[in-house]
T-cell receptor, first 118, second 113 residues
Framework: GAVVSQHPSRVICKSGTSVKIECRSL??????MFWYRQFPKKSLMLMAT?????????EQGVEKDKFLINHASLTLSTLTVTSAHPEDSSFYIC??????????????FGPGTRLTVT | AQSVSQHNHHVILSEAASLELGCNYS??????LFWYVQYPGQHLQLLLK??????LVKGIKGFEAEFIKSKFSFNLRKPSVQWSDTAEYFC???????????FGTGTRLQVTL
């Protein structure tokens, strides 16, 4: 149980275009999902918290108009990178929050999406 | 805000060697602590977690970690590593009831035959 998928796994786009990445919880509902960015040989950086039915909460320094997040259902959150630039090239990972075996909320991670902007 | 430090960036061990990866956090309040593993080409998987109780936590695949509050540490250990343990290991923390995780920079473990 607690499987999270992401689509696409890899995407290459041209500068100036927009790219949408989907994050789905396959066997559970998640009112909260998280979007992370992972740079090569560096840690995961939390970008934003996605809340079903309400606006996402962005971390300091993350441009909300550039990284649009929509959490329209209890199993789907999308991240749209608008007007992409080469510096947006990165590995984007989502996670979904659910009640775990510990009796507390735990995050389950998707496999990530490799974005390359040319 | 809390932060997490992993001082070992790249560790190379021979099979059957013992492993200890360091993790220190900075936060004075209640913390929940996690170790995640990322095998090549795969997604992050939870190895073990600490919320409260016994500070020695056992996880999957023979891993364990010890929470030492006085040292703000949560080091990961395994008595005998295998080639299949080659992966990136991340320590993470969240505080109180907050769910947001703060990750360390990760440690790349390479196990040689």
């Amino acid at each position: 149980g607690a499987v999270v998928s992401q689509h696409p796994s890899r995407v290459i786009c041209k500068s100036g275009t927009s790219v949408k990445i989907e994050c789905r919880s396959l066997d559970f509902q998640a009112t909260t999902m998280f979007w992370y960015r992972q740079f090569p040989k560096k840690s995961l950086m939390l970008m934003a918290t996605s809340n079903e039915g309400s606006k996402a909460t962005y971390e300091q320094g993350v441009e909300k108009d550039k990284f649009l997040i929509n959490h329209a259902s209890l199993t789907l959150s999308t991240l749209t990178v608008t007007s992409a630039h080469p510096e947006d090239s990165s590995f984007y990972i989502c996670s979904a929050l659910t009640y775990g075996t510990s009796g507390r909320n735990e995050q389950y991670f998707g496999p990530g999406t490799r974005l390359t902007v040319t | 805000a809390q932060s997490v430090s992993q001082h070992n960036h790249h560790v190379i061990l021979s099979e059957a060697a013992s492993l200890e990866l360091g993790c220190n956090y900075s936060y004075g309040g209640t913390v929940n602590l996690f170790w995640y593993v990322q095998y090549p080409g795969q997604h992050l998987q939870l190895l073990l977690k600490y919320f409260s109780g016994d500070p020695l936590v056992k996880g999957i695949k023979g891993f364990e970690a010890e929470f030492i509050k006085s040292k703000f540490s949560f080091n990961l250990r395994k008595p005998s590593v295998q080639w299949s343990d080659t992966a990136e290991y991340f320590c993470a923390v969240n505080t109180g009831t907050a769910s947001k995780l703060t990750f360390g920079t990760g440690t790349r473990l390479q196990v040689t035959l």
